[in-house]
């Protein structure tokens, strides 16, 4: 059973940058798409970035050009660069299988102040 353990959360001010990391156990971490996802207090958890096997990149519009999903398969872990930070992107931040989501890590928590 993978697990995926989230770092790299914190308070920073709007307009900052922060990255996190998400370490995967396991050894199917290279042949599967990992996604990024947040959930925000009082809402549904959604959908931020993903990227595939072959490092084919996707995210949702309310952060596409501002942050940037990698991966390094040697050290089964994703990152996820945060730039440009808005209070909105406030949330705890989890990482997953993109597909065929498996049980959920503690996440990140990210704070953006205005």
């Known amino acids: 059973q993978v697990q995926f353990v989230e770092s790299g959360g914190g308070l920073v001010q709007a307009g900052r940058s922060l990255r996190l990391s998400c370490a995967a156990s396991?050894?199917?971490?290279?042949?599967?798409?990992i996604g990024w996802y947040r959930q925000a207090p009082g809402k549904q958890r959604e959908f931020v970035a993903a990227?595939?096997?072959?490092?084919?990149?996707d995210y949702s519009d309310s952060v596409r050009g501002r942050f940037t999903i990698s991966r390094d398969n040697a050290k089964n872990t994703a990152y996820l660069q945060m730039n440009r930070l808005k209070p909105e992107d406030t949330a705890v931040y989890y990482c997953?299988?993109?597909?065929?989501?498996?049980?959920w890590g503690q996440g990140t928590q990210v704070t953006v102040s205005s």
């Open positions: 997953n299988y993109r597909w065929s989501l498996t049980d």
């Open positions: 396991g050894t199917r971490f290279s042949i599967k798409a």
């Open positions: 990227i595939n096997s072959g490092s084919i990149e």
